[in-house]
């Protein structure tokens, strides 16, 4: 691929834009500026520094960030800093179709929950994600205002009615982590579900934090506002369908 177009594909900027970078001698491929623009490169595994910033090519952009407390999931926040500010500019540019579409959020997280949050560009990935009938678990580390008591895991396990939805939801599995702390799997994800499900027992939720969604786990040291790509193992993992446990099934 030419490296002015490998520029475009990741975000750099229009393909005149990209050009100019290259000409300008601000491309740098194994270390040494490249200033023709139409230079093919084998793009598998291709790294490559654009004005200091290293980057490595990938068709399709997944990644992990850690999100903070104090940030909101949406493009255009309300109230707090939208997360899309903690990334690079060229994931939030990645063209699409001929359109900046950039990486896009999969779920949301409420702006006072911290934790593991996956974004990509592949909308088939977020459509296959989002659909009810594929059941990733969600891991959430729960801090609760209230001792957490034996009863109310139960019920957490056996299902919960929550205002909007006559049918119960339950949790895959909880356990209790502390006097005053839960580690809650869900593997659906209605809106505030962990909040409104932890009232629906009597409690109530005072810190939360996602640390798995799948087989990826938040990495120990992934600070927050941090990001990084997730490896192709990963990605395949979330992409293959998840078995329902026989309770969900049921
Ligand atoms: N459940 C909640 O209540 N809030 C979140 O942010 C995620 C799950």
Redesign the pocket.
């Known amino acids: 691929m030419q490296l002015q177009d490998i520029l475009y594909s990741q975000g750099f900027g229009t393909r005149r834009i990209c050009a100019g970078l290259i000409q300008q001698g601000l491309v740098l491929v194994d270390g040494q500026p490249v200033l023709d623009a139409a230079a093919n490169f084998d793009t598998a595994a291709l790294r490559f520094a654009v004005q200091g910033v290293d980057w490595v090519f990938h068709e399709k952009a997944y990644l992990m960030l850690h999100k903070p407390a104090g940030t909101e999931c949406s493009q255009k926040p309300s109230t707090y800093p939208s997360i899309y500010t903690l990334l690079p500019s060229p994931l939030r540019l990645r063209p699409s179709k001929g359109a900046v579409q950039g990486v896009q959020a999969i779920g949301r ?2 702006q006072d ?1 911290t934790g593991l949050l996956l974004l990509t560009d592949d909308g088939q990935f977020i459509h296959r994600m989002a659909s009810p009938k594929h059941h990733v678990p969600k891991v ?1 580390e729960v801090t609760t205002k209230h001792e957490v008591d034996d009863s109310q895991i139960a019920r957490l396990l056996a299902g919960v009615v929550l205002d909007d939805d006559p049918k119960p939801v339950r949790a895959a599995a909880c356990e209790r982590s502390g006097a005053n702390s839960l580690r809650l799997t869900l593997t659906e ?1 209605k809106y ?5 499900m932890l009232a629906a027992v009597g409690n109530r ?1 005072e810190a ?1 934090h ?1 640390s798995e969604i799948g087989q990826v786990v938040l990495p120990s040291d992934l600070s927050p506002g941090q990001w990084c790509w997730l490896s192709a193992t990963q990605v395949e993992g979330l992409r293959s369908k998840q078995p329902r446990s026989a309770e969900e099934a049921a």
């Open positions: 997280l409420d929950t959430y994800g505030h579900q962990v909040k409104r939720v939360l996602r």
